[in-house]
Each structure stands twice: as C-alpha cells, then as structure tokens.
C-alpha cells in the first residue's frame, strides 16, 4: 500500500471477486479488519469481505413523502420476526400499510459484536450486519417498502463506537479524544487536530445511507453527546451535504435528531442545526406520569396534566420563570411547526431501559391503552409507534447482548445489577441476564396476537385512529398555534381544540376513573370518536355501560364541525 497526498494508504486490485475475505497488515505483523468494511462475514474480529455493490432498484418513481405525513413505526430487526432478517420483515409491510403506517425506523444495524444486540455497539458503521441479511438484505428491503408507498427510517449512531472490534482505536488515534467524555467512554473527534478525515468518514457515512441504500432519512442518535466546536458544525455540514444529494437524486431525505433541544431544528440564522426533526421525548415522560405516577429520575419534573397540555402546545415542557437556565434552553423556538416533533407513548428507551422490559400493556389496563393512543394519534406532530405497541404485544423488550469479551460480558452485567438494584430489592424480581440468549428471544414477537381478543380489537382502534388523523381536515393544521387545550374543565380531564380553516375538532380526554360530564362547546358537532362505544370493548370483558351523555373513565372522545 502506498500513502497518498492527504495520508491515506491505497492500494488497487484487479479481479478481486465478491466474497473474498481481506485483512490490513500494519507495519508488516498485525493484521485488522477494514474499519471501512462494507461487510464482516465472521464478525467484528474476522476478515472484511469484498461486496458488489450493484443491486436492481425497483423505487425509481420513488420521491419521498413529505415529513408531515410521517408515521412512524419503530422496529428491531432481531426481535420482529422469528427470523431476525430484513428479508422476514417484508411480508409484514402489506398489514403495517393497511394500519396506517408510512415509515418504518430501523434501530441501528451498522456490524455489532455477535448477532444478538440492540444495534448501538456497533463498529463498522459501512457494513449492514450480516445476522440480518446484508446490504443485499437491506436493499430488498428498502426496495420493498417503497413500492408499498413506505419510507424507511434508519437509526445511526455518530457519538460513539461500541467496546468490542473498535480497531479505529488502534489504526487512527485521532479519531477519538478526551477532551469529551461520552456515557460509552471517549468521543468521536469533531473538532480536535486531524478531526478532517474523521468528519468526512461520518458525513459520507451518513450520504451512503441516503444515497446507496436509498434510505429516506436518518435518526441521528443521542446529539446531545456528539460535541463540536468547530466554526460549521458536523451537524451543519452533515445536513447541508444530505439536503444536496437529495436534490441531485430528485428525492426526499431528512434528518432526524434524537435531543431536546430545539435548536436542532431551527434556522442557522437563529443559532440552529436546521435539522428536519427531533424527538420530543417530553412528550412521553408528561404523558407517562399522567398515567403511572412514576416520577423517578428525569420523570421526577413531571407532573400533572398541565404539563401534558404544555407538551401538546409547543412539544416541550415550559413554563417561563419556573425552570433551572438548562430548563430554559428548551423554550421552544417561535413559529416551530408540529412536524418538527416526534412524539411517542412507548419506544426502544422507554420499553427497553426499564429493568425488565416491561410495555405499557403491563402496566395499564385496556381502556387506558385506548386512551393513551387517541393522546398520542390525536397530536399535531408526527407520531412514533413501538413494534407491537398497536396490539398490545405482551412480550418484552429486553436489554440483549452477545459480546464475546468476558471483562465486557462481566462488566456490562454487573453495570446493569447496581443500576437496578433498587428495584430489583424493592420488587423481588430477577434482572435478566443481558448475554442470556432466552432475553433475546423472550424479545420476539408474536404478530399471531394482532387476529385475536382484546390484541385484534386494539388493532383496529389504532387502525381508526391513524384513518381520522389522515382523513379529517381539521387534523391536517400545520402550526402550533392552531391548537388550544383546556385543562381540569372536570377534574382529571384534557381538552384539546384543533383547527385548520373552516374546519374543527374538539378532543376530550378523560384520565380519571369516573365518568364525567363533558362536551364540545355551544355549536354544530358531530360525534365521531369514542374509546367506550361497544365496537371498541374487550371482548373477554366488556365495559359496563355508562350514561351516553357522560365521558366514560379513562375514555377519549372526539367531535367534528365546521364553520358553514
């Protein structure tokens, strides 16, 4: 190999077929994996692969569809199906559309140690995983969903590497620094001495995404721990060089940031990333606490249903002169749009994170499930659903791994006994055991459930649900202000009043356990959604029926009317 100009070693090869295996020999004894790899056939420590990487596209009328008219579905390769493929997931796109569903999100599928893992350790960032069928697989894929009228989402990670066959440690020092400290250890270096080439290796990254895969847009994860002080920051350039090839290719692509600030979205001119969207996780906690009372950790600052309503009006929980000055840089940015923000009820995180990866259908009853999807559905932004979430899938998401390191396997165990060990003595519970292959298949999925009982009648109310918010026009507002919401009017309720023109909805949110007197106000309306009509009970329990003119406990109902 020879090096060039700018520092990097070349070397041509004529006749190489797809399939041949290939190490780097550094200074003629180690020999590493191609940090650049586009795929590693024997995992992260094995030899890189050559691949070919021409695949007949069937999208080429494909453009995209625009970010207002996102819903997004949220999956794990692994644990959808039995399989654990992308080729598995195909099938289901047929039954995902007919739901409502517009874009699935890939959690990350960038090469991670062994073939069981949530996608966030990965290492080899050009290479899709191997368990999951390659870039072959994931091309058919994306193929796929776009002749189903879907686009996919796929989630990257550019704040860290994970701890197992990082061998950029070893090959490129100056990839990483101490100058930041990350939750995985040292970060990714954006702004230090010789930051170029590691800039342009995660902006490349991010256009082969984009631009050979066809991916339609990137959730960029956790923002908040990729530091940059440079004069354009790599999320700057990372978004202007997509938004360019977009345009060249004549399709959509966006960006999609994990953090809470709202800077993420906003204009350059106004201290901003111009990013396309962000999640808006406080959303979620707001909503949670109102139905769990869990207030620990972050969900500590959450409290009651007016912080939910803040949520609904501006995404972000604020209220002026109340908060810490870090509180305050979540004040959210004057004329943001509702498609700026992706909310959700359940997700990865919040599923996954908790110690035994339990859903939210363990922990609230059937007509809460119903209530808590008209709030999420029901929303100005752009929804996120958990796989399974739309039928109350029992299982649970778990915390996996597959790490082939003892220190690591030890250490990631023991890091997941202290920071449960509260709970775990409280509840009498055992921690699963990340590296135990049953927690990985205790994961799965049964799509069976969606045909059946109470999992078949909650299939349908997202179905109904996700059908107005697409078809009613005064769901279609484009700004914040075009919302108003009403808190306590009965106690235990949330109102929220949604316009766009001539046209009105008025949605009632019952949260209590009673029913109550509450109605749109004087004027035309029509009744076109309720959670406690009887198409909607749980067949093995149906709901004991209260007096029509009052607002069952834990119901929402919604009114439509116009201005002629």
Known sequence: ?????????????????PGTRYLYRIDGHEQRPDPASRCQPEGVHGPSAVVDPAYTWHDADWQGIPLRDYVIYELHVGTFTPEGTFEAIIPHLAHLKALGITAIELLPVAHFPGERNWGYDGVYLYAPHTAYGGGEGLKRLVDACHQHGMAVILDVVYNHFGPEGNYLWSL????????????WGDAINYDGPESGPVRHFIIANALSWLGEYHIDALRLDATHEIYDHSAIHVLDAMADAAHEQAQRLGRAAYLIAEGESP????????????LDAHWADQFHHALHVVFTGERLGYMAAFAGLEHLA????QAHVFSPG?????????APMPNAR?????VCFQNHDQVGNRPVGDRKGALLTFDQLKLAAGALLLSPFIPLLFMGEEYAEPAPFQFFTDHSDPDLV????????????AFVEAHRVEL????????????KLNHELRQHGHHKVLHEWYRELLRLRRELPALQAEALTDLETVVDVVPGTLCLYRRNGAHHAWIALNFSAAPVALAPPAGSWNLVLDSAAARWDDPAAPATRCDPDLLAAHSVRMWVGNDS
């Open 1 to 17: 190999m020879q090096r060039d100009a700018l520092g990097y070693w070349r070397v041509t090869l004529d006749a190489v077929p």
């Open 172 to 183: 490129a020092r100056p990839f990483f620094t101490d100058r930041y400290h990350t939750p």
């Open 410 to 421: 030890r250490g990631v165990r023991e890091g997941r006994k202290q920071e449960f060990a």
């Open 432 to 443: 699963p055991d990340p590296q135990d292959v049953a927690t990985f298949a205790r994961s």
């Open 338 to 342: 509702p498609d700026q923000f992706v």
């Open 310 to 313: 803040c949520a609904y009006r």
């Open 322 to 330: 109340k908060h810490t000055e870090a509180q305050r840089s979540l």
């Open 263 to 274: 800077r993420l979205v906003a204009p350059r001119d106004k201290g901003g990333h111009d």
